[in-house]
Nanobody, 122 residues
Framework: QVQLVESGGGLVQAGGSLRLSCAASGRTISGNYMGWFRQAPGREREFVSTINWSGDATYYADSVKGRFTISRDNTKKTVYLQMNSLKPEDTAVYYC???????????????WGQGTQVTVSS
């Protein structure tokens, strides 16, 4: 089994920054993709970003492109999401997820963390 634990969420003013981390443990296999999704109250869970194993391929939702940066450290089995220029509409629970092929669809990810709350005040 794979366990994912997110951290780094919190309350920040609009225009501020946060860095989310997600540590993986258990039976992780090399070659995986790790991604971030978010879900705001009353809305569907939506794709934010994903990164391949080697870290040289990254994908972003249009809504966060240019503001968010995903990265990973395989020695620590950790993926990061640096979020800059945050907006109130970025407020959501952010989830880390892991899969073994490129996907921007939440149904393509079998492993999920518990989520971390990000709140951006105006």
């Amino acid at each position: 089994q794979v366990q994912l634990v997110e951290s780094g969420g919190g309350l920040v003013q609009a225009g501020g920054s946060l860095r989310l981390s997600c540590a993986a443990s258990g039976r992780t296999i090399s070659g995986n993709y790790m991604g971030w999704f978010r879900q705001a109250p009353g809305r569907e869970r939506e794709f934010v970003s994903t990164i391949n194993w080697s870290g040289d391929a990254t994908y972003y939702a249009d809504s966060v492109k240019g503001r968010f940066t995903i990265s990973r450290d395989n020695t620590k089995k950790t993926v990061y999401l640096q979020m800059n220029s945050l907006k109130p509409e970025d407020t959501a629970v952010y989830y880390c997820a892991l899969t073994y092929g490129l996907s921007t669809d939440s149904n393509g990810y079998p492993y999920w963390g518990q989520g971390t709350q990000v709140t951006v005040s105006s």
